[in-house]
């Protein structure tokens, strides 16, 4: 009864901030257009899903945390192959220098990335913020990988070469659905590290391109319609959860399996 009690007392203090910023979302906190102030409806909604410029910020992050996602597994993957299965100087090193991406302060990078991205054209791009993301995103996706491959036994990989299999087909056929919990897990944070960073989204997407957390961000002024920032608050929070459901059963079994 205690164990109910207290597990209740600890939703109800986590969910607090998300059920009033749901309110909230419902809530019109500035006159507008007829609507007077207080009153409940799908006002905020209406006018976030109305404006093409918040529609724009949704579809770039939408594009360019996808296209971070599949970098990261597509690259990580034959990596941490190469590094769970085969045995050559430094590997153990080089498995610990990679890190040093995911520790680095992202504001130490940010002039260098932007000068060699204007160079490229890569500004106001969703590819631009995408590729940089991978910088930092692709190191958590080796070492989850790598992890989850060595947990297979090498017996699944010589009895697939001595049926016939080429790399590829080993690759798609055995060792993709042996490790799926952890492509599930690394797909997973690489989405959410993607999806809630900033300081590359504010420094590459100048005059365009902007994702959904510059969008909420430019909301805030001098007199900040609060309705509206929490149904943007709200609607962004919705890819993540998809995330999560969709992953629901792989990354439930690759924490258990890491465990």
């Given at each position: ?135 930092f995103n692709l190191p958590v996706a080796i ?117």
């Amino acid at each position: 009864m205690i164990r109910a009690l207290a597990l209740i007392a600890l939703a109800g203090f986590i969910l607090l901030p998300l059920t009033q910023a749901l309110i909230l979302s419902f809530t019109a906190t500035l006159p507008k257009d007829g609507v007077a102030e207080g009153t409940m409806g799908l006002m905020n909604y209406a006018n976030v899903l109305g404006s093409p410029e918040l529609r724009a910020s949704m579809v770039n992050s939408a594009v360019y945390v996808l296209v971070n996602v599949v970098l990261c597994i597509s690259i990580g993957l034959p990596a941490a192959y190469a590094l769970a299965r085969h045995r050559f100087l430094g590997d153990r090193h080089f498995l610990l220098a990679i890190l040093v991406f995911r520790v680095t302060p992202p504001v130490v990078l940010s002039l260098p990335i932007f000068i060699l991205f204007s160079a490229l054209g890569l500004v106001n791009s969703p590819l631009g913020i995408a590729l940089v993301h991978c910088l930092f995103n692709l190191p958590v996706a080796i070492w989850i990988l790598e992890s989850f491959i060595r947990a297979v036994p090498r017996e699944l990989d010589e009895t697939a070469f001595l049926d016939g299999h080429s790399g590829a087909s080993f690759f798609f056929r055995h060792l993709i659905p042996a490790i799926a919990p952890g492509i599930g897990v690394a797909a997973f944070f690489c989405f959410i590290f993607s999806w809630v960073e900033v300081v590359f989204a504010r420094i590459l997407t100048v005059t365009a391109g902007k994702p959904i957390t510059m969008a909420i961000n430019a909301m805030f002024g001098f007199q900040t319609d609060i309705g509206m920032v929490m149904a943007m608050t709200c609607l962004s929070l919705l890819p993540g959860l998809g995330m999560i459901w969709l992953v629901r059963n792989h990354l439930a079994r690759g924490f258990t399996l890491r465990a």
